[in-house]
């Protein structure tokens, strides 16, 4: 489980969290909503063990981020913009992001983590440059598969997709979350909150104003709670 203990964060002098709670259990996707500013990069940054909270712990399993450095490798993150070598395939950046988590596959294997990821077989030897932001995205899942990761982070992760890219991406986070995996994303468009989370969060100002599940609620209704709320 991924939790957050009262988390607070103050950048000179700005408090950018103040005493944030929350739980993502295995198997469950919480994400969270909120303004420009809310604080939801800082929630995710400290999860990264990128940012030291000021106040409060962050939480993997029982272990803190901070305190024992080596419960980060069963997390893995997925940026808006997943950050890979131009210059190599899609195959050989899974490769080599793979080894340099401790994990050596054969050619086969790490055809399998791109083909549970959905990207297409025709693009797993040609270069990352040719990629779109959708196929990039792919390569990342791929890689937080073949790390094994038992928790994995998303940054604004559908900003940019095309419908149709939102919806195959949909379909393996929940995948994932089938198989036991917790997931923590921050976003900004409410209907694939709605559409992947288990749970929803409302961030406003560092702090957790609402928490909801999915199940509970309609894309409008949820969008009327977050316009009365922020
Ligand atoms: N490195 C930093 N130094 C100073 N202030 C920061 C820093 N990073 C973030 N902040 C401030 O902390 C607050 C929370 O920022 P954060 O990036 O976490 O918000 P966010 O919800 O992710 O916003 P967005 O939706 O724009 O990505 C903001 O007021 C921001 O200006």
Known sequence: MLQAKNLSMRYEGKLALKNLSFTVAPG??????????AGKTTTINIFLGLIEPTSGEALIGNSSIIKNKSSRSAIAYIPEIVQLYGNLSGLEN?????????FVYSQEELASF????????????????????GMRQKVGIAIALAKNANYILMDEPTSGLDPKASVEFAKICKELSTNGVAILMAT??????VNIGSKIGIMREGTLVH??????????????????TI
């Open 28 to 37: 469950e996707i919480f994400c969270l909503l909120g303004q420009n500013g």
């Open 94 to 102: 899974l490769e080599f992001f793979s080894r340099l988590a401790g």
């Open 114 to 133: 791109l083909q549970c990821a959905n990207l297409q077989e025709e693009a797993h030897k040609k270069r990352l440059s040719t990629y779109s932001k």
């Open 188 to 193: 900004h468009d409410i209907f694939n909150a």
């Open 211 to 228: 928490t909801t599940e999915t199940s509970k609620i309609s894309a409008q209704e949820l969008q009327d709670l977050y316009i009365k």
